[in-house]
Structures are given as C-alpha cells and as structure tokens.
C-alpha cells in the first residue's frame, strides 16, 4: 500500500523548533520531487517548500518560511524532513508532504496548481505561549 506519513508535529512556543518528517511505504521516494504543504484552520492551503528528486540539493521556498525553514531529503530512508525554526503563531497548521514527477510541478502546486500525486494525511504544528 502506498503511504506517505508525516510525523514530528506538535506544541511550540513562539521562536521555538520543530522538524517534520515525511517518510515513504510501499513504495521509494527517490524519484519524486517532494513538497510540504500547510493549512491553517479557515485558510486555504499553502505550498511552503519543495525539493528536488536527485541529490544536486536544488530546493524552492515560499516567501513566508524563506530563510527560517529547511528541507532536506535523506533518499537511503526514504524520508524527507522539513527544518523549521523561529515559529510564530502565524506557522500554526496542519502539514502535508506530497510528491510530484517534477520540481517544476512542485514549485507550481506551491503557487497554486494541482499535480501533486501522493499525500499524506498531515500533522498538526501549534505555535502558541
């Protein structure tokens, strides 16, 4: 059975960190660019990275988490994990991971498009005092 569970959600305080995973069953996520997705409670949801299928690193960021969030792909674990640091209340959802065939198809689900192929069922991230 294809899966793809997300993990490492939770309680944090405002400037706090968290790392979410997104790990890959019944099937290997080496050929897939990967994205994380959020979608707070009464929004729509929000493309918030991507990462590419290889290993040359090549990554997208919305402008939102620039420069305080990470992906990172571990391929041998099929895992991919998202770094997050200095939250605020405004980080507050629930995450998903998906896959695409392309980065290109990622990085235009994050803006909006449909082409993501696999998701999971998501995690929920609180960033509260």
């Known amino acids: 059975q294809v899966q793809l569970v997300e993990s490492g959600g939770g309680l944090v305080q405002p400037g706090g960190s968290l790392r979410l995973s997104c790990a890959a069953s019944g099937f290997s996520l080496d050929y897939y660019a990967i994205g994380w997705f959020r979608q707070a409670p009464g929004k729509e949801r929000e493309g918030v990275a991507c990462?590419?299928?290889?290993?040359?690193?090549?990554?997208y960021y919305a402008d939102s988490v620039k420069g305080r969030f990470t992906i990172s792909r571990d391929n041998a674990k099929d895992t991919v994990y998202l770094q997050m640091n200095s939250l605020t209340p405004e980080d507050t959802a629930v995450y998903y991971c998906a896959t695409s065939m392309t980065f290109r198809i990622c990085v235009l689900a994050t803006k909006g498009s449909n082409g993501m192929e696999y998701w999971g069922k998501g995690t929920l991230v609180t960033v509260s005092s």
């Open positions: 990462i590419i299928s290889n290993s040359d690193g090549g990554t």
